[in-house]
């Protein structure tokens, strides 16, 4: 019997890749046996966490959805293609954590979170972080055998169409990956440029002597320059 090959590449592993990285895994899982795949994970940052949601930020920067309420897995709800892969919501796993105790690979701080999360909780965007790194860890490691799974820390910086119907993506770091069959762009939030309100709200800022800081990733922000009796001070939406 002739086995199928197959090459994926999702460029962003934060959490819309990391969707989308589980639902092949699941489709993957239910495919012939005579089906191999691999799947190309592209991002600087760790899987599953990304940039926006790293584990190394403030524990003074919340989310805004409370944790009962945060999920990356299917349940009977979603209208999907493939088996349901039902997992815990964040809130579940930080009972989870509390039940295990301890695990070695996590800071203290992330257990002290857990214990005091409630279903009504805004977690830290850290602790956010580090459910979909574990996710990651799940979904990767319950992958049957013929499913290939690669990371490369490092951004894309080209994709090109081949001559023979497939795609090519070149990463920063001189990689080249060939030959693909599907490639999955899940950037999620990217720098973006100064709009012309922005510009003006910059120059407006800077003649009265005080500080615009633009829409950005709020771990991301310096707010040295920002004096809290400021009333010019002007933060955009992270």
Known sequence: MTTRQFAVCVIGAGPRGLSVFERICANAAAEQPNTELSVHLVDPHRPGAGNIWRTDQ????????????????????????????????????????????????????????????????????????????????????????????????????????????????????????????????AQGHTASRTTGAEAELAAFAERHGATYIPPANPADVDLSAARPANPFCCAGSG
Request: charged share 20%.
């Open 58 to 185: 403030s524990g003074e920067l919340l989310m805004n959805t409370v944790a009962s309420q945060v999920t990356l897995f299917t349940d009977e709800s979603v209208e999907l293609a493939g088996p349901l892969r039902p997992g815990p919501s964040l809130y579940e796993w930080a009972g989870f954590l509390t039940v295990m105790g301890t695990l070695e690979e996590l800071d203290g701080h992330v257990l002290a979170e857990a214990r005091e999360l409630g279903p009504d909780s805004y977690p830290t965007r850290r602790f956010y972080g580090h459910y979909l790194e574990w996710v990651f860890q799940r979904t990767a490691a319950t992958t049957p055998g013929t499913v290939r799974v690669v990371t490369h820390r490092a951004h894309a910086v080209a994709l090109d169409d081949a001559p023979d119907g497939g795609q090519t993506v070149r990463l920063g770091d001189g990689t080249v990956l060939r030959d693909l069959d599907a490639v999955v762009l």
